[in-house]
């Protein structure tokens, strides 16, 4: 904790005073993000420092493995879904990202098998990227696997959101658009899905 802290007071003299008034302008007028980014939970992929984005530009859900579960009205608990609803209807955001990344250790329980020391709620939560995983282990080299799934799932992900009939709504009519991408912890590059389903660099 003393770290954060020290993190936090560094926050206070450097960064804050810097943008006191951008926080005090999005205190008085509300927000109006850029894009919602949907992420992996890893502590090695920040949104934010990758989009270089300033508060406010970007409204971040962050879960194992950057999942979108399908569309699915209940009593039950849907985090992801619920700040899904709240960036699309309440916010209006013009874009979703949906954004994987190299060496996702929700991907690799995927593909291994989740420990089960996390049973609990992972185990379940990834299965969500079944079809991900079909498509990895169809491929004859085994080293390619890890990657075929980490982009898979973000097109499962996609496939979910376009489930959401106000998100299908928005994408007919051009009032949202759907992004995929991947970042690479290793190098540091950002690949987007392309309209003949490969990722490129961006």
Known sequence: MNRLLDGYRRFRARSWPARRSLFEALAREGQRPLALVIACS??????????????????????????????????????????????VRALAVPQVIVLGHAMCGGIAALLEGAPATVGDFVASWITIAEPARARALACEDPTRRQAIAEEAA?????????????????????????????????SGLLRLLGPDGGFGPA
């Not at 508060?55 to 009205?73: I, K, Q, T």
């Open 42 to 87: 890893d502590s090695r992929v920040d949104p934010t420092m990758i989009f270089d984005a300033a508060p406010g530009e970007l409204f971040v859900v962050r879960n194992v493995a950057n999942l979108v579960p399908p569309y699915a009205p209940d009593a039950e608990y849907h985090g992801t879904s619920a700040a899904i609803e709240f960036a």
């Open 154 to 186: 973000v097109q499962v992900s996609l496939d979910n959101l376009r489930s959401f009939p106000w998100i299908a709504e928005r994408v007919q009519d051009g009032r949202l658009v759907l992004t995929g991408a991947t970042f690479d912890i290793r």
